[in-house]
């Protein structure tokens, strides 16, 4: 029996210049609303109103950013809404508590222990679903539950208004801009940059994927799927306490109503956005671009008056489902 | 030349109630755009607090409103954004739940849910005598729903009678029907029942007619509902008192509006609708079998 | 290039049986992937009561060509003929309506069903139009020990092991009666009795005057089998020729294109080293029982064992990945290893046997696979460093001569073959210095098998330790410096130098622990 | 070349005698929701009491059967709870429109226009799925804001109520008993056997699990992955419409609001019954008990005073984790 070595082979080294259609879909299916947007009424493409909308998408662009490192580790976290109106909750209620010895210093102090309260909700969200082997689906219904009851709870069933002496220092957190542009669009971009940067340029964005595209296969290849899960739902839980933040001075109080459904916005975004909800790859981008797209259709249903007011989810509705098809059959 | 721009912006019909409050601002508006060539009355409808917002900004962003009618989701969320829009130079009418700053509204139409809880409560005690068992039926953690919680406890303060229960039915009739299967299976001896809302009543009266408890002597609502309205007229024995609380109040505050912009009336202020005990004397006053409510 | 004289190239095919149309002709069939051509002008003719076989290195198409004939991938160019009559086929199961079936060289079995489910998916028996459980269990039972598979029909997929799957889906593909059975390496996971079981059926088969397709990496089976041999090299066809004038040293040299030196590189001569990994009294529930070994430096010590033996999971549990009770020493001091990511860190790299399932992200482009267990000690910090992996990448491809065409393929798009050499230069670039390799030429042509044998005598020899599990008896004696050989769950017997034969393994894997140490005092 | 003969003590693994606690588990779990209801208050265990919860669960339990096949074929549906609202319109419309002419015969009339609208729903569904290659749950959120949206239009925003004429007679579908056992209950029986036949002695049901298992493996097979899961929405469509012909008599209209979450429950109870969200094998009566158990806890909680009211959904979020968490490790 004999055998030797073969010749090293030369492998051409081709880049593939095809042109990515998932990767794109969302933003063309972005261009194509914004052009049907003008043509409907042409106050659309306005700056206030496209600032408007745009702004106004940044809290679920946020939330879905972390929401795309869940799914794509393979999860998924129905709580991210009700979590949301509890982190609110906590927040105001400590920055209320805190501004009679503080003062205005009651914001950032406030919005660290907003921070550490996402990161707590994460990770409870974390290890239930991991440590506890529980179908993401049912463990965050049922974190989801929870946090809405407790907001329920701590606003006695009314609201949790923020101090009238914090209003007018909170304000620009939502209303103000830089270099004309509005803060909240800078926040988000800021969070999907740092989203994309962890999820593609860092070892951990490897072992989410790689936990999301086979357990088994991360597993074997000495990755913690429990550490590298739990910490999606940590990072979930931030951007959610981010997303909070933002969202305070946009209303001034929390309620029991608060971000109620935004878990189905967040999830359809990462969706649009061309991140598969089995798991494996996440796009953060498309993330993005998917949360603008929801609020622009809800923008365009507003300016327009083709639809009757009761018609208007139906149409949302068509809206996606089209747009998902373009994106499946333009490949 | 230049048309008024009225914008009304109110919730969704999420519950009987806020589709009646749909119906009458889309019948003011197609009534006064046919009236009126010189107004356009612009109806958006919002499925939650953060949508309305939304749609504040969205109204405002492209033109200029010379007024607008709102009815809040929630009252605390919708106050600084009615502001800036007031901001803008607009005429503001506040309808049913209120904003937390009244300086901002010019015009504020609503019903009084402390007597909706008061009127039916003190009806209870008189009836009662003054003692047995009561259930309650709330709605949906809101102002308005504390309010007619707090005037129903207001109302049967000092007398013995007793709420055995108040628990959340999210002014639902399926809800309303569980919970009140529910409170019978809990509660051997229920004297009456109160629902804060008649959504809840329709619910509410289903158990108890399958129950076959023969005990409620009293089943009461509350919201002029026409279906309950016919009721009292009828003489219910389980259903003769009714609260008013009529959602064609948004019709009235787009009507005082639209007169405020253009028909030299100028009008400023708070206007309190009524809530009186509806009995069988006077509810054909309130009956309008053609309403959708 | 040294060629047998004997050796025919078969009669061009004008030629051939005009009388009846040959079952299956191909002509001219070719396969592109976007730019890259993976077969080209491959025509081959398939006679009832024939057995075919295809051979090549790995990558040379020989899958390609099944999946064409066999529906799940559509031809570029060319034309298939069944029976004389052009035929395209659009699924799989045309083709099987066609009389033709093909069995995997990867597994397909759908995990969650039962075994009885998955043999009859697609074609459920009934009665009076209700599905026939009974009838189909006992047939399933009927065909499974056919091939030796014990395993009850009515437990999942997901539970049974790789080998009892290979024969679920062979069992599958023998359900029925077809024209032609295509064996995609059916034998890559079985060992021997299986094996010998296999082919016994495969020239029953030929018997009952179907045609058969095979491909195998191990030689000895086809010269064994086949009729004629079609040779494949990158794509194109070498020429088909007669099976019983092939030796195995031609068909080699034939896939190959040049001439082979020896497979397996000369054992080391020096004396053994001290002891790096010390295991005693391992015991995995369920499936290892107290197994005591120690691992010198510079040694390869080989697993041997009948499948259900407990290798894979004795060592699974070594590495962390299943629950364990053992006491570990490496280099001397004791450890406690709780993880795989532990393993790695400790320098014990395992690589697994199901490269498919637990080694690759078939959907994921190679390097990220290369680099997935050796993420922090190639990324030093935060971040990855993707200059660092291209040069992994280019490196390992060179090293294992792994045969891509493009590197921007998904690791599931290169052949069986070279999955096997990704995966084993994956587990390497941790650097460990403990590698446990279950299974290391399964489905790996006889030319790469040397390189792979080479180089893991080259770790060795560098200081490194080898354990190497493997079904095949040859590899492990060609390979090995001493061999353990286990029977359900328990080491039965140590072998090393002359005694290590196949009747001694094959006794040991079989005889009772007290008859085979009795025996193994003195002479097997 | 390779080890030989087989051992000859091989194991007989033929038979396992195995008890199955994912099977056994919701059955389980259940027992021990009816014990501790029995301690907080024995009225719990009233006929009536249980009687009342059980013909509560009867629409979740349909649907739910339903949702077993769909998600047992790898789909899922969020768009029951607004289908059963439209459904319900749409048949109450019908009945009414029918009843100047035929009276009370438009009764059977408008159920099997329901029946008949329930399969082009799930048509539907099933058709964008499938054809249209799109994320079952987008999709199905999409139809969700349509059927939603469609019943929000037929009803004008309000209520579409049955006429009065047909109240009596329809009455009985509801409150009416057989042998003193609640008509649903019995409807709901009826179905779930059904559903379970189907789901385990016919090929459908078979492909119907393989389809859910292994996409590729089905298909290989021969088995049309758009057929079944096609069928299987349609099943899940014509389920619903039987819910819906049960609920009509319950309150006697459709309004806006009808149904609306009823796609979580149903998820749930799914889930909470051992059928995997991702698919594969579906388990009809472990769906049945899990639709119980959804009620019950909903029901011990208004009969305890444990907890104050804004606290039952976390309660109740609480419970579920627990119930999975005993599953998952009392295996
Ligand atoms: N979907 C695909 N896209 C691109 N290239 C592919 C695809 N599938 C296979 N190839 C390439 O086609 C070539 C032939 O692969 P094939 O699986 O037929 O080889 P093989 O002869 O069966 O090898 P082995 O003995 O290793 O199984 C390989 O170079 C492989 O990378
Ligand atoms: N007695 C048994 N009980 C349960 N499962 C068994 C038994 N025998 C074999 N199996 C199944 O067969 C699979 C193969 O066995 P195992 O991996 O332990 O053998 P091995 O010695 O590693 O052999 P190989 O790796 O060569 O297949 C096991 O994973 C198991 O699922
Ligand atoms: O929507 C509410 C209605 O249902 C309640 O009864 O009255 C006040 C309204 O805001
Ligand atoms: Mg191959
Ligand atoms: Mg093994």
């Given at each position: 029996?004999?055998?030797a070595?073969?010749?090293?082979?030369?492998?051409?080294?081709?880049?593939?210049?095809?042109?990515?259609?998932t990767?794109?879909?969302?933003?063309?299916?972005?261009?194509?609303?914004?052009?049907?947007?003008?043509?409907?009424?042409?106050?659309f493409?306005?700056a206030?109103?496209l600032?408007?909308?745009i702004?106004?998408?940044?809290f679920?662009?946020?939330i879905?950013?972390?929401?795309?490192?869940?799914?794509?580790s393979?999860?998924?976290?129905?709580?991210?809404?009700?979590?949301?109106?509890?982190?609110?909750?906590?927040?105001i209620?400590?920055m209320?508590m805190?501004?009679?010895?503080?003062?205005?210093?009651?914001?950032?102090?406030?919005?660290?222990i907003?921070i550490?309260a996402?990161?707590?909700?994460g990770?409870?969200?974390?290890?239930i679903v991991?440590?506890?082997k529980?179908?993401?689906?049912?463990a965050?219904?049922?974190?989801?539950g929870?946090?809405?009851?407790?907001?329920t709870?701590?606003?006695?069933?009314?609201t949790?208004p923020?101090?009238?002496?914090?209003?007018?220092?909170?304000?620009?957190?939502?209303?103000?801009?830089?270099a004309?542009i509005?803060l909240?669009i800078?926040?988000?971009?800021?969070v999907?940059?740092?989203?994309?940067?962890?999820?593609?340029?860092?070892?951990?964005?490897?072992?989410?994927?790689?936990a999301?595209?086979?357990?088994?296969?991360?597993?074997?290849?000495?990755i913690s799927?429990i550490?590298t899960r739990?910490i999606?739902?940590?990072?979930?839980?931030?951007?959610?306490?981010?997303?909070?933040?933002c969202?305070?001075?946009?209303l001034?109080?929390?309620?029991?109503?608060?971000?109620v459904?935004w878990e189905?916005?967040?999830?359809?975004?990462?969706v649009?956005?061309?991140?598969?909800?089995?798991?494996g790859?996440?796009?953060i981008?498309?993330?993005?671009?998917?949360?603008?797209?929801?609020?622009?259709?809800?923008?365009?249903?507003?300016?327009?008056?083709?639809?009757?007011?009761?018609?208007?989810?139906?149409?949302?509705?068509?809206?996606i489902?089209?747009?998902?098809?373009i994106?499946?059959?333009?490949? | 030349?230049?048309?008024k721009?009225v914008a009304?912006?109110?919730?969704?019909?999420?519950?009987?109630?806020?589709?009646?409050i749909v119906?009458?601002?889309?019948?003011?508006?197609?009534?006064?755009?046919?009236?009126?060539?010189?107004?356009?009355?612009?109806v958006?409808t919002?499925p939650?607090?953060?949508?309305?917002?939304?749609?504040?900004e969205?109204?405002s962003?492209?033109?200029?409103?010379d007024a607008?009618?709102?009815?809040?989701?929630?009252?605390?969320?919708?106050t600084?954004?009615?502001?800036?829009?007031?901001?803008?130079?607009?005429?503001?009418?506040?309808?049913?739940?209120?904003?937390?700053d009244?300086?901002i509204?010019?015009?504020?139409?609503?019903?009084?849910n402390?007597?909706?809880?008061?009127n039916?409560?003190?009806f209870l005690?008189?009836?009662l005598?003054?003692?047995?068992?009561?259930?309650?039926?709330?709605?949906?953690?809101?102002?308005?729903?504390?309010?007619?919680i707090?005037?129903?406890?207001d109302?049967?303060?000092?007398?013995?009678?007793?709420?055995?229960?108040?628990?959340?039915?999210?002014?639902?009739?399926?809800?309303?029907?569980?919970?009140?299967?529910?409170?019978?299976?809990?509660y051997?001896q229920?004297?009456?029942?109160?629902?804060?809302?008649?959504?809840?009543?329709?619910?509410v009266?289903?158990?108890?007619?399958?129950?076959?408890?023969?005990?409620?002597?009293?089943?009461?609502?509350g919201?002029?509902?026409k279906?309950?309205?016919?009721?009292v007229?009828?003489?219910?024995a389980?259903?003769?008192?009714?609260?008013?609380?009529?959602?064609?109040?948004?019709?009235?505050?787009?009507?005082?509006?639209?007169a405020n912009?253009?028909?030299q009336?100028?009008?400023?202020?708070?206007?309190k609708?009524?809530a009186p005990?509806?009995?069988?004397?006077?509810?054909?006053?309130?009956?309008?079998p053609?309403s959708p409510f | 290039?040294?060629?047998?004289?004997?050796?025919q190239?078969?009669?061009p095919?004008?030629?051939?049986?005009q009388?009846e149309p040959?079952?299956l002709?191909?002509?001219?069939?070719?396969?592109?992937?976007?730019?890259?051509t993976?077969?080209?002008?491959?025509?081959?003719d398939?006679h009832?009561?024939?057995?075919h076989?295809?051979?090549?290195?790995?990558?040379?198409?020989?899958?390609?060509?099944?999946?064409?004939?066999?529906?799940y991938?559509?031809?570029s160019?060319?034309?298939?003929?069944?029976?004389?009559?052009?035929?395209a086929?659009?699924?799989p199961?045309?083709a099987e309506e066609?009389?033709?079936?093909?069995?995997?060289?990867?597994?397909?079995?759908?995990?969650g069903?039962?075994v009885a489910e998955n043999?009859f998916?697609?074609?459920e028996?009934?009665?009076?139009g209700?599905?026939?459980d009974?009838?189909?269990?006992?047939i399933?039972?009927?065909?499974?020990?056919?091939?030796?598979?014990?395993?009850?029909?009515?437990?999942?997929?997901?539970?049974?092991?790789?080998a009892?799957?290979q024969?679920?889906?062979?069992?599958?593909?023998?359900l029925d009666?077809?024209?032609?059975?295509?064996?995609?390496e059916?034998?890559?996971?079985?060992t021997?009795?299986?094996?010998?079981?296999?082919l016994?059926?495969v020239?029953?088969?030929?018997?009952r005057?179907?045609?058969?397709l095979?491909?195998?990496?191990?030689?000895?089976e086809?010269q064994?089998?086949?009729?004629?041999?079609?040779?494949?090299?990158?794509?194109?066809?070498i020429?088909?020729?007669?099976g019983?004038?092939l030796?195995?040293?031609?068909?080699?040299e034939?896939?190959v294109?040049?001439?082979l030196?020896?497979?397996?590189p000369p054992?080391?001569?020096?004396?053994?080293?001290e002891?790096?990994?010390?295991?005693?009294?391992a015991?995995?529930?369920?499936?290892?029982?107290?197994?005591?070994?120690?691992?010198h430096?510079?040694e390869?010590?080989?697993?041997?064992?009948?499948?259900?033996?407990g290798?894979?999971?004795?060592?699974e549990?070594?590495?962390?990945l299943?629950?364990?009770?053992?006491?570990?020493?490496l280099?001397?001091?004791?450890?406690?290893?709780?993880?795989?990511?532990?393993a790695?860190?400790?320098g014990?790299?395992?690589?697994?046997e199901?490269?498919?399932?637990?080694g690759?992200l078939?959907?994921?482009r190679?390097a990220?696979?290369?680099?997935?267990?050796?993420?922090?000690?190639?990324?030093?910090?935060?971040?990855?460093?993707?200059?660092?992996?291209?040069?992994?990448?280019?490196?390992?491809?060179?090293q294992?001569?792994?045969?891509?065409?493009?590197l921007?393929?998904?690791?599931?798009?290169l052949?069986?073959g070279?999955?096997?050499?990704?995966?084993l230069a994956k587990?390497?670039?941790?650097?460990p210095?403990v590698?446990?390799?279950?299974?290391?030429?399964?489905?790996?042509d006889i030319?790469?098998?040397?390189?792979i044998?080479?180089?893991?005598?080259k770790?060795?020899?560098?200081?490194?330790?080898?354990?190497?599990?493997?079904?095949?008896?040859?590899?492990?004696?060609?390979?090995?410096?001493?061999?353990?050989?286990m029977r359900q769950?328990?080491?039965?017997?140590?072998?090393a130098?002359?005694r290590?034969?196949?009747?001694?393994?094959a006794?040991?894997?079989?005889?009772e622990a007290g008859?085979?140490?009795?025996?193994?005092?003195?002479?097997?």
């Open positions: 029996m004999s055998v070595t073969t010749e090293p082979g030369r492998l051409e080294r081709d880049r593939d210049f095809n042109f990515n259609w990767a794109a879909g969302p933003f063309l299916a972005l261009l194509v609303l914004l052009a049907i947007g003008f043509v409907i009424n042409p106050d493409l306005s206030t109103n600032s408007n909308v702004t106004r998408s940044a679920i662009a946020i879905a950013v972390g929401a795309t490192f869940v799914i794509s393979g999860g998924l976290d129905l709580s991210v809404g009700s979590m949301a109106a509890f982190i609110t909750g906590i927040t209620m400590c209320n805190m501004v009679p010895n503080v003062g205005v210093w009651s914001i950032p102090a406030g919005m660290a907003a550490l996402g990161i707590a909700c990770l409870v969200n974390g290890v991991t440590v506890g529980i179908e993401p689906f049912i965050t219904l049922g974190t989801m929870i946090f809405r009851a407790l907001i709870y701590m606003s006695d069933g009314g949790i923020i101090d009238r002496t914090l209003r007018e220092a909170y304000r620009p957190v939502y209303f103000g801009t830089v004309g509005p909240p800078l926040i988000s971009l800021a999907a940059a740092l989203g994309a940067f962890i999820l593609y340029k860092t070892k951990y964005g490897r072992q989410c994927a790689a999301g595209a086979n357990e088994d296969v991360a597993r074997y290849s000495g799927i550490r739990t999606a739902y940590v990072i979930q839980g931030a951007c959610v306490a981010i997303a909070a933040i969202y305070v001075p946009r001034g109080a929390a309620t029991p109503t608060t971000g459904l189905l916005q967040v999830i359809t975004a990462v649009i956005g061309g991140t598969a909800l089995r798991g790859k996440g796009r981008w498309g993330t993005v671009a998917g949360a603008v797209i929801l609020e622009l259709i809800a923008n365009l249903m507003v300016l327009s008056d083709f639809v009757s007011e009761y018609l208007v989810a139906a149409v949302q509705g068509v809206i489902i089209i747009a998902m098809l994106q499946r059959f333009s490949k | 030349a230049d048309k721009v009304v912006s109110i919730p969704a019909a999420d519950h009987g109630w806020t589709s009646g119906y009458h601002a889309q019948a003011a508006a197609k009534e006064i755009n046919a009236a009126f060539p010189n107004v356009e009355v612009v958006k919002s939650s607090a953060a949508a309305q917002v939304s749609a504040l969205d109204l962003a492209g033109r200029k409103l607008l009618v709102i009815l809040p989701h929630t009252s605390e969320e919708l600084m954004p009615v502001k800036a829009v007031k901001e803008g130079g607009t005429f503001i009418t506040v309808v049913d739940r209120g904003l937390n009244p300086a509204q010019d015009l504020y139409l609503a019903g009084d402390i007597a909706v809880g008061k039916t409560a003190k005690v008189d009836k005598g003054g003692k047995g068992n009561l259930v309650v039926l709330r709605g949906i953690p809101t102002v308005i729903d504390d309010e007619r707090q005037g129903f406890k109302g049967i303060a000092g007398s013995d009678l007793k709420i055995l229960d108040i628990q959340y039915a999210n002014w639902n009739s399926d809800d309303a029907f569980k919970l009140m299967q529910d409170y019978l299976a809990k051997p229920i004297d009456a029942v109160w629902a804060n809302d008649d959504d809840m009543l329709l619910g009266l289903e158990a108890i007619k399958q129950s076959s408890r023969t005990e409620i002597k009293y089943a009461l609502g919201n002029g509902m279906e309950i309205i016919k009721k007229i009828d003489g219910d389980m259903t003769p008192v009714e609260t008013p609380y009529p959602p064609s109040m948004i019709k009235t505050a787009i009507y005082m509006t639209v912009l253009i028909g009336a100028p009008i400023r202020g708070v206007v609708l009524d005990l509806i009995t069988k004397d006077n509810a054909a006053e309130y009956y309008f053609d | 290039m040294a060629r047998d004289p004997d050796m190239q078969t009669p095919r004008h030629d051939a049986k009388a040959c079952l002709r191909t002509a001219n069939l070719s396969k592109q992937y976007g730019p890259v993976v077969l080209s002008n491959v025509g081959i398939i009832a009561g024939e057995i076989a295809i051979i090549g290195e790995n990558g040379a198409g020989k899958s390609t060509l099944m999946r064409l004939i066999s529906g991938v559509q031809p160019a060319g034309t298939i003929a069944v029976s004389g009559k052009p035929v086929f659009a699924t199961h045309q066609a009389g033709i079936v093909l069995v995997h060289q990867e597994i397909l079995l759908a995990e069903l039962t043999l998916l697609g074609r028996l009934t009665r009076n209700l599905v026939d009974r009838t189909m269990h006992r399933a039972r009927e065909k499974l020990d056919e091939l030796g598979c014990h395993v009850s029909p009515r437990t999942l997929v997901r539970d049974v092991g790789l009892d799957r024969l679920i889906q062979i069992g599958r593909a023998l009666d077809h024209k032609l059975v295509i064996f995609d059916p034998t890559a996971v079985l021997g009795s299986e094996v010998e079981r296999l016994e059926i020239l029953r088969l030929k018997d005057n179907m045609g058969v095979y491909i195998s990496h191990r030689l000895d086809v064994r089998l086949a009729d004629k041999v079609t040779v494949l090299r990158d794509g194109k066809m020429g088909t020729y007669a019983h004038t030796s195995q040293m031609d068909m080699a034939l896939m294109g040049r001439e030196s020896a497979l397996y054992k080391s001569e020096a004396p053994r080293g002891a790096i990994l010390r295991v005693n009294n015991t995995v529930p369920g499936y290892a029982n107290d197994v005591s070994f120690t691992l430096r510079g390869i010590l080989g697993f041997a064992g009948m499948i259900g033996a290798r894979t999971e004795l060592f549990g070594i590495v962390g299943r629950p364990v009770d053992a006491r570990v020493e280099h001397g001091q004791p450890i406690a290893i709780r993880s795989p990511r532990e790695i860190d400790a014990i790299g395992y690589l697994t199901d490269r498919k399932g637990k690759l078939l959907q994921e190679l990220p696979n290369l680099t997935l267990s050796a993420l922090r000690r190639l990324n030093p910090g935060l971040w990855l460093r993707k200059r660092q992996e291209a040069v992994a990448l280019d490196q390992a491809v060179d294992y001569d792994i045969r891509v065409r493009s921007r393929l998904h690791a599931g798009q052949s069986g070279n999955q096997q050499k990704l995966l587990i390497l670039l941790t650097n210095s590698v446990i390799i279950d299974e290391p030429t399964r489905g790996i030319a790469n098998k040397a390189q044998y080479t180089f893991i005598r770790l060795v020899s560098e200081g490194k330790a080898c354990v190497v599990i493997s079904s095949e008896m040859q590899e492990l004696i060609g390979l090995c410096d001493r061999i353990l050989v769950g328990r080491i039965n017997g140590e072998i130098g002359e290590m034969t196949e009747s001694n393994i006794w040991l894997a079989t005889a008859v085979a140490h009795a025996t193994e005092g003195g002479r097997v």
